[in-house]
């Protein structure tokens, strides 16, 4: 037994994480916040395209390295922890949705792109209040056109091409849109994450190609919800992180609020929920990687897990930062927005709670 | 008991309802104020009313200008012009805070220069307590006040003034002796917020609102005349004016949802199982929402109560902040989860979900403003309950030889 | 406005207390537990009695008192408080239960012996897993004659007299059966409680007599929730200062636990729910005897948040009190059972949210 | 990353799997033990057939009889060893935390004497920590240790000793030296548990149980030669047991249910609306549970990898307990909530509400042994976090000086 991640994807996480502690961040989060018309750091896509990320799981056929989900798993904590201000984690979902449903045309034609980084991609599910990932969509499909209006996509407004669900025969499936069409409009949609830009895709009849089966798509679902957990835990971490350091130099009543018990079963309350996360998004490293069962129950651990200690750590966070935490200057800010943006990217909390508790009645029907 | 009104408390409420609602006509169909001008001129105007017709100070002593009368009265009062159209809020802290500290402590000379202009609603005034080095610990503030001849010379910064930049006087908390012990080197001031030195710069918060300012002071002079108590005596003063505070703080502010607005989103959200409304976990968050913030509503009462039979309320009610501001956090969290993407996306401002979203950012907030919740607890357990203070480093070492550990 | 208890009901209140802290207590609940053969202490009974505790809500013209609501509420908190060891409570339900139904024969039969102690009432809804207090009973009647089996009925091994619920035509309904009848069959049953008997009572056709109708029986809901919030706002509140008393003793790495915010803070939690739930009840105790539409409500509040209460406080007060609150000696565990015993009674905290939720639906429905 | 074991683990845990299946057949099928003569036997039988092949002391080194490999063919054993009928438990302390304090701070003299014969299960071990006022501080212990000649006299109360009613031998915390500071004049004994002046008590827990014992020493009598460590340093030598506590302890205790449990539960209970395991409020508590026990379990995987590489697995650890104590509570209270009123009837023993009953009790202990939930919070912000420790008094105030605050 060997769980852990390889030395291999170590290495990779530590030479992504280097890059990222100098250029991403708060600082360069707040700077794409500050510019109306910057919706991403060019320059932290520039360097993430020659540093490889964006090929790690693309086959070398296509120009990538082919590497497995545990390397592309740290890249997502990453991304995550440096609040990376560039549509990594989009182009991600973008990639998986090809290697699980794209024909090998589809494949060709995409992944070079996404390799060498001209293609930035994205995906969208949402359509409206109190959808969830697994409900019929309205985005119909007729005669290779594809009608109805996806929202709000992160990165869409950036992106050249989308995967998007529509409903396919025996529930939702996925398809994929050409965004430089003149007839796909992408219009930006403002959020509560003033960071990441997204955008509402309005479709009315324009060519888009099925990808894969409905089976695939819950199997996409599984996957992006390992690495959007993984984006999660390195978010929480940061938080974590700077909280725990504020409560180290803030002086309250002649001794570091760091001190107080109060204070301190926060800290470690934030720290038992990461890691209680980390297990289990770990758990979905490895059934995503070794194409186990236990995929469909991990994944929504971990996404459940994930989205409870993000979301706990970002509330607290500014808690414990007091007056300063709440300012617009603390950067507090960004992992609270954050934690939200988290969630509407694939399904909130209780749709994935309820996804566990099925697939472990599936298991526990198995077993009896 | 009973929850209706005496025959009393019925008869000045018929009576008060009649005024308000003769006298804020005016106000009706009024939208928002779109400048600072017109927002004061509005709240001037209508104090202005309230003081000629005798309803300014209604719990003040008669010597101050008040009516003399009892809490119920101005309870009574509030709840009547709650549901009107009057512009109400700028004075909220000037009159419940800073003048009952000013006539407590000030000079006859001070009270009778000040007291009687501000009750009219002619000048307005802020509290400078919060610093950034000291919020929690109000006692650790850093800015200085030294004395020059008859005049006092102030130098610091002070955080989380509301409308400090609207404001005509405050009331300022100033370290005088840095060599006597962190509680006994404070001294109180009253200071005009329009003299040279003073500036207010607003300061932005997570939720992109600015409600609070910053307040620079650079070499700001105020006469002795206008110390309120004596020298050394600031951290007593200022006790006075934070037990008005917490008299008047502690509800839930006016914007934030309650039951009743999750309970109407549940019912229009569909799922699979029919509205969300019927499901059990959504039911169950509208029970804690109406046990917390009814809860709530019910313990003020039951502190009304007591103030109107004389007896004081006591710090039982710290509980409503500690309960209100998680549970507004809460509530808007899972609403916002509910709402799936959507409640992800900016709302129609106005909207129900626009309350929420507010509120998921104002609730952050509210758990640290007048209070962190950590704060609230230690009150609770130690005024309340009588358990120990934490333990602390020693109490009469010097201020400027505090070294933390 | 006047949202306080009468100077009258407090005077009576603080007899009982005097009385109870006397007679009462652990010490007299850890008699009764240690003696096989003792159900409850017949000695604070015939006190209680003397001090007319049975006959505060019994109608003058039957030899009680008839006293309020507002004071039956302040003597069921002094009985939780003083884990009092006689069946005081389930005699207080019974008589409600025969003021709100009971015909002018079934009083006269009753209440003077419920006024002069000669009297034992209980109340017995439960009849097995998963039942609530709004199922349809199994127990039903046939020709004046009742079948069915309740359990688990607080104080039946010693009670004279029962309401049980049963069938009725359009509802759950109260009826009222004589335990002394040869064909009531009253078996001891073991419950989490070591010190309150509980029974079952097996009925096979025995006579009883209908009790109102089945909105009486809801009405008759409310009233008990309200009375129990009491009793548990007692138990509570003699469990959270049985903490704070140890907490201002125990000696931990050179100081008194309760100077750690770890310990405070759960002090502090346990009094906010303490007076949340307080000021629920006080809300049920006013709308209960000024017959507010309101009680509905009030009652299911009172009775969600008491429990609430109560549990918190009992299982932190063992917490709080470490290693030595773990022990049989430790009177923590009167409260730990108790806190079991109290929701047992009338339904456990789902029920009673639900319910608060219904009633506020249709307040709501009504408001629009 | 791979869950599944390595060609070496296999092998191995083939290997075990054959050898205890073989050997544990004469216990199959055994009720529980009837006497304690009965309980003790059976565990010596199934100690000395694991000695006998090699199998006891699996990761000690060889020179004190151990078997020198490493943590993954330990747990390998353990795992196979808890799904056969074998009768395990009693040595769990002795083996795994007196012994190595034994033969890392004994004599040569006293390692040759006490090691051989605890593997081979001859003599029963128990651990003298806790006293009634030194639980979480456990450097606060008060019984007293005073030399005479080569002697030394004990007189003073533990508590909390697991077994001690069975045991032949126990290492004790005395203090030595009452006017050195606190952490400093402590000692550290074997004792002989059939010496006159010991006696042992069963400790009656609020669960009803008696699995702990108090136990009194009065003018016990112990050799030199059987000091563990120097004079003084007893406070180190304890550090080294708790150690391997900290490895030992931390999973849920094996009757505890987990969500399995609860889902089937909520599957036999009918509500109006279908099943109780269809309702969203009970489905939440189920995937928590899984969220916790499963978490946990994956956790002490993580550290189990770590140590199977040569890592040394943090104070992560610390973890287990403070979420799986609590997590057994709630699970159990819901469960019982949700039976109703036949929760609160005193289940059938054996039967899975049984379980939920006394997990219910069980679990108000857990809280609190090994460390209760507020000093596991205390250790993962401290060491894990580097948080700075709580303000305390001075740290080299001689013990019989100490006042407590």
């Given amino acids: 037994m060997n769980f852990d991640f390889s030395d291999d994807a170590r290495t990779l996480q530590d030479q992504a994480r280097r890059v990222f502690d100098e250029t991403a961040g708060p600082d360069a989060a707040r700077a794409v916040m500050n510019d109306p018309d910057k919706h991403y750091d060019e320059a932290i896509w520039k360097q993430a395209v020659e540093l490889g990320?964006?090929?790690?799981?693309?086959?070398?056929?296509?120009?990538?390295?082919?590497?497995?989900?545990?390397?592309?798993?740290?890249?997502?904590?990453?991304?995550?922890?440096?609040?990376?201000?560039?549509?990594?984690?989009?182009?991600?979902?973008?990639?998986?949705?090809?290697?699980?449903?794209?024909?090998?045309?589809?494949?060709?034609?995409?992944?070079?792109?996404?390799?060498?980084?001209?293609?930035?991609?994205?995906?969208?599910?949402g359509e409206g209040a109190s959808q969830l990932p697994s409900s019929m969509p309205d985005t119909r499909m007729a005669k290779g056109g594809l009608t109805g209006t996806k929202s709000p996509v992160a990165d869409a407004p950036i992106a050249n091409a989308a995967v998007v669900s529509y409903a396919g025969e025996d529930g939702p499936a996925l398809a994929l849109v050409d965004l430089s069409r003149d007839d796909a409009r992408v219009t930006v949609v403002e959020t509560l994450d003033l960071v990441r830009p997204h955008g509402t895709i309005e479709l009315k009849g324009v060519e888009a190609e099925p990808l894969g089966t409905s089976a695939d798509y819950q199997d996409f679902l599984d996957r992006a919800a390992v690495l959007l957990s993984f984006e999660a835990l390195g978010t929480q971490d940061a938080a974590m992180r700077m909280a725990v350091d504020y409560a180290k130099e803030r002086v309250a009543f002649g001794q570091r609020i760091g001190r107080y018990q109060g204070v301190k079963h926060n800290a470690a309350d934030m720290y038992v929920k990461g890691e209680l996360a980390r297990a289990h998004a770990m758990h979905g490293a490895w059934a995503f990687q070794a194409g186990s069962p236990e995929l469909r129950q991990a994944a929504a651990a971990a996404r459940t897990a994930s989205l409870d200690a993000v979301t706990y750590t970002a509330e607290e966070n500014v808690q414990m930062h007091g007056g300063i935490g709440y300012t617009w200057e603390s950067n507090c800010q960004f992992y609270y927005r954050r934690a939200r943006a988290i969630s509407a990217m694939l399904g909130s909390r209780g749709f994935w709670s309820d996804r566990l508790?099925?697939?472990?009645?599936?298991?526990?029907?198995?077993?009896? | 008991m009973d929850f209706n009104d005496t025959a009393e408390e019925a008869a000045y409420r018929e009576k008060v309802r009649a005024w308000i609602a003769e006298n804020t006509k005016e106000y009706e169909g009024q939208g928002a104020a779109k400048t600072n001008e017109e927002f004061v001129a509005r709240q001037k105007s209508w104090q202005k009313k309230k003081y000629d017709a005798g309803y300014a100070g209604i719990t003040w002593p008669k010597k101050f200008g008040g009516q003399g009368k009892g809490p119920m009265e101005s309870i009574i009062f509030s709840q009547e012009e709650g549901k009107s159209a009057a512009p109400t809020g700028l004075y909220a802290i000037g009159l419940g805070m800073c003048i009952p500290t000013v006539f407590t402590h000030g000079s006859q000379e001070v009270v009778d220069r000040f007291v009687p202009v501000a009750l009219e609603g002619e000048e307005i005034w802020c509290q400078l307590f919060s610093e950034p080095a000291a919020g929690s610990d109000l006692a650790g503030i850093r800015t200085k006040a030294e004395k020059d001849g008859d005049e006092w010379v102030i130098n610091g910064q002070k955080v989380w003034t509301t409308n400090a930049h609207l404001c005509d006087y405050g009331i300022i908390v100033t370290r005088t002796d840095p060599s006597a012990p962190k509680h006994k080197g404070l001294t109180m001031f009253i200071v005009d917020m329009h003299s040279e030195g003073v500036e207010a710069r607003p300061l932005k918060q997570m939720s992109g609102g600015s409600d609070f300012n910053e307040v620079f002071f650079d070499d700001?002079?105020?006469?002795?005349?206008?110390?309120?108590?004596?020298?050394?005596?600031?951290?007593?003063?200022?006790?006075?004016?934070?037990?008005?505070?917490?008299?008047?703080?502690?509800?839930?502010?006016?914007?934030?949802?309650?039951?009743?607005?999750?309970?109407?989103?549940?019912?229009?959200?569909?799922?699979?199982?029919?509205?969300?409304?019927?499901?059990?976990?959504?039911?169950?968050?509208?029970?804690?929402?109406?046990?917390?913030?009814?809860?709530?509503?019910?313990?003020?009462?039951?502190?009304?109560?007591?103030?109107?039979?004389?007896?004081?309320?006591?710090?039982?009610?710290?509980?409503?902040?500690?309960?209100?501001?998680?549970?507004?956090?809460?509530?808007?969290?899972?609403?916002?989860?509910?709402?799936?993407?959507?409640?992800?996306?900016?709302?129609?401002?106005g909207s129900e979900l626009d309350r929420f979203q507010s509120s998921y950012f104002g609730a952050a907030g509210l758990r640290i403003a007048g209070g962190t919740d950590e704060i609230l607890r230690n009150i609770i357990a130690e005024r309340v309950l009588g358990l120990p203070g934490d333990l602390r480093p020693p109490k009469d070492t010097p201020f400027n030889e505090l070294k933390p550990v």
Same sequence: chains 1, 3.
């Fill in chain 1, 53 to 125: 990320l964006t090929a790690i799981r693309v086959p070398e056929e296509h120009g990538g390295v082919g590497l497995g989900a545990e390397e592309a798993c740290l890249i997502a904590e990453e991304i995550g922890r440096g609040l990376v201000p560039a549509p990594l984690i989009s182009t991600m979902l973008f990639t998986e949705a090809l290697l699980i449903a794209g024909s090998a045309e589809q494949q060709a034609k995409w992944l070079p792109g996404v390799a060498d980084g001209s293609v930035i991609g994205c995906f969208g599910w």
């Fill in chain 1, 357 to 368: 508790v099925r697939s472990l009645e599936n298991r526990n029907a198995e077993a009896a």
């Fill in chain 2, 220 to 349: 700001v002079r105020v006469p002795d005349a206008w110390r309120l108590g004596d020298e050394g005596q600031g951290w007593q003063v200022a006790l006075t004016t934070l037990m008005n505070e917490r008299l008047a703080v502690g509800g839930k502010p006016r914007y934030s949802p309650d039951w009743r607005a999750l309970l109407n989103l549940a019912k229009e959200i569909e799922t699979v199982l029919g509205p969300a409304s019927e499901q059990a976990d959504v039911r169950e968050e509208i029970a804690k929402a109406y046990i917390n913030d009814h809860g709530v509503k019910l313990t003020q009462q039951r502190a009304l109560s007591a103030l109107s039979q004389g007896k004081t309320p006591g710090p039982e009610q710290s509980i409503s902040k500690v309960v209100v501001a998680k549970q507004m956090q809460e509530i808007s969290r899972i609403a916002l989860d509910l709402s799936e993407s959507q409640g992800f996306v900016k709302a129609e401002p």
